[in-house]
């Protein structure tokens, strides 16, 4: 600690989307062909619905994150992820756009290894040492695997974000790290290919798992001075078997081990330590000791002390609540739609030319991308999009706008529509106008609809997701689209119309 401040996590959050598909929806389907699925039955996975992917899911969990009290000015961006969905765009540009970060920042995407996460973690801590200002670490994963798959089962959609800083009152102190660079190869993925190639599983655990791991640890403990009794949670995100395994390997209390979220969520692959992380301080008492473990070509082992502010602090949902608000789904043939496994006849209507034209795109992507809109520096009228005229009818000033950000502001449902015959890979296709509280409207799709919730007069949620995608030239469009809530019971007028 230097002047009263100590470096560590000063917020944390998370994002896991709503859809969990029960694995015995995934076994029924495909138990005909490789009946040994039938083991892995358990429990649900956690799936991104048909607008979400790494991006979307980056950003709703640095929105967590960066709504936590005491959050200093972030002015480094790293995003962590093996499944972004631009090999040739800085992803973490987007990310940082549509959170409506200063442009005067550094971004990077960290990618190519499943310890992608707690490598970028460690160089934010690292950089940050002696500093101002916080640097956003996040990371967000959405894991493709084969139909009859073990990984399809395995896998699950999520995301987590730091926040690192020098601060008064972190929710952990930085205590210290060890990495190893072992070129041990588990799995690859080739540069056109779609899908892992997964090596033998016990091969894995024994020369894998229980020896580099371990190593990783000891030299953790040798660069810190822990012992590995002292630790209160071990996060490891390798399986709960393998897990027990380390820890009883480097004389860690077994009760230590996290819980992997695999029933619930499942492996989010390069996100999944900090995910991992996040829950844990969740719930993490003053005092205790965090070791988080990143696992892939090597070994990364990091090391901190909750304070137990994280509690206290918290203005978003956090992993924890994002778990509970899941919703059951038994529909894999959506599941794989929605993840492109599977051809499917869209009709005519999906025919049309989708190409964006960036031009336009640059000159309007603080609107598109941050949802920013225009704010009367008169008479404090709102209004979506920004137009050089005011719409107050007794104001109506000219060239007086300043922006305003409509991603946070809170709204409700003024009309609504289901539309079955648009084009839309999870038909209905619901849209509609919304009324912003203090001033602004638009007409919006609405995403992860309940058709029992979504009324005139129930309130919504702004959150970024995939507005479209190009398929002919491999661009994603994204937008910004509205979550409806249950409306008042007085206000609740059945179909909405």
């Not at 996100?271 to 070994?299: F, N, T």
């Not at 051809?343 to 964006?356: F, I, K, L, N």
């Not at 449902?413 to 839309?424: I, M, P, R």
Request: aromatic content about 8%.
């Amino acid at each position: 600690m230097s002047g009263g401040t100590a470096l560590g996590i000063a917020a944390c959050g998370g994002y896991v989307p709503r859809l969990r598909l029960a694995r015995r929806a995934i076994v029924e389907a495909n138990a005909w062909f490789n009946p040994g699925l039938k083991s892995h039955a358990a429990g649900a996975r956690a799936i991104c619905n048909w607008d979400e992917d790494a991006m979307t899911m980056a950003v709703e969990a640095a929105r967590d994150c960066l709504a936590s009290d005491g959050v200093p000015e972030i002015d480094t961006l790293l995003l962590a992820s093996t499944t972004l969905p631009f090999l040739e765009r800085h992803n973490a540009g987007v990310v940082r756009a549509a959170l409506a970060l200063p442009e005067h920042m550094m971004t990077l995407d960290v990618t190519a290894s499943q310890r992608a996460a707690t490598s970028a973690l460690i160089t934010a801590l690292q950089a940050r040492r002696g500093r101002p200002g916080g640097a956003l670490v996040v990371a967000a994963e959405q894991r493709r695997a084969r139909t009859a798959s073990a990984q399809e089962l395995s896998y699950g959609d999520a995301a987590a974000a730091l926040v690192i800083a020098e601060t008064t009152t972190p929710i952990a102190e930085f205590i210290g790290a060890h990495q190893v660079a072992v070129d041990f190869v588990d799995h690859y993925r080739g540069q056109h290919a779609p899908f892992d190639y997964q090596w033998e599983e016990r091969w894995i655990r024994d020369e894998g798992y229980l020896k580099i791991v371990p190593r990783t640890l000891r030299g953790l403990a040798a660069a810190t001075g822990l012992a590995a009794a002292q630790i209160g949670r071990l996060v490891i995100p390798v399986g709960r078997s393998a897990a027990q395994a380390i820890a009883k390997a480097i004389g860690a209390p077994p009760q230590s081990v996290c819980d992997d979220l695999s029933q619930g969520v499942g492996d989010s692959g390069a996100a999944h330590p900090l995910v991992m992380l996040a829950h844990a301080l969740e719930h993490a008492v003053a005092g205790e000791i965090i070791v988080a473990v990143g696992w892939g070509q090597g070994c990364d082992a990091i090391a901190f002390r909750a304070t137990g502010a994280a509690a206290h602090r918290r203005v978003g949902g956090g992993i924890g609540q994002s778990i509970a608000r899941g919703v059951a789904d038994a529909n894999y043939m959506r599941y794989l739609a929605f993840n492109r496994l599977v051809e499917q006849e869209q009709g005519m209507r999906a025919e049309a030319d989708r190409q964006t034209a960036l031009s336009a795109f640059y000159r309007h992507r603080d609107m598109v991308t941050a949802l920013v809109g225009g704010r009367c520096v008169r008479c404090g009228t709102p209004q979506f999009p920004p137009s050089s005229v005011c719409v107050n009818p007794e104001c109506q000033a000219r060239g007086e706008q300043e922006p305003f950000r409509f991603a946070d502001a809170p709204a409700h449902v003024q009309s609504w529509t289901a539309d079955n015959l648009t084009y839309c890979p999870d038909p209905p296709q619901y849209f509609g106008m919304i009324v912003f509280e203090g001033g602004g409207r638009m007409m919006v799709d609405f995403t992860d609809v309940d058709r029992e919730t979504i009324a005139t007069g129930a309130p919504v949620r702004m959150v970024f997701r995939v507005k479209e995608r190009d398929s002919r030239r491999g661009f994603v469009k994204y937008f910004w689209k509205a979550v409806p809530g249950r409306a008042r019971a007085e206000e609740d007028r059945g179909d909405g119309h």
